[in-house]
């Protein structure tokens, strides 16, 4: 669809690696307006209020251990960062200078 689109031949590899570009680009962007990783948060009712039914009932949801994943998966650092490799990666370290 995206060939048919741009005219540009893309397989699904390229194309998840345009996905990951933009999403760091996003990322980038938020950090430079002073988002931090307080921003990157739920609800204050997801946070706060145990389940109610099924497999997680009565459990509240911790995000810290949850973040710390997400992050390290990401290639970003412990505050949300993304990483020099990362970056290089992605071909963004010219982006990545905007946030230093």
């Avoid at 938020?30 to 145990?50: I, V």
């Avoid at 039914?53 to 949801?61: A, C, L, R, Y």
């Amino acid at each position: 669809m995206m060939s048919a689109i741009t005219g540009v031949k893309i397989n699904s590899q390229e194309l998840l690696k345009i996905g990951e570009r933009i999403w760091n680009l996003e990322k980038l962007f938020n950090l430079r307006e002073g988002l931090t990783r307080k921003d990157d948060s739920l609800p204050a009712r997801l946070l706060n209020e145990a389940f109610e039914s099924g497999h997680s009932k009565g459990i509240k949801v911790n995000l810290e251990p949850l973040l710390d994943s997400y992050y390290e998966l990401r290639g970003w650092d412990h505050e949300g960062y993304p990483l020099e490799k990362k970056l290089e990666e992605l071909d963004l370290i010219k982006e990545g200078e905007s946030i230093k």
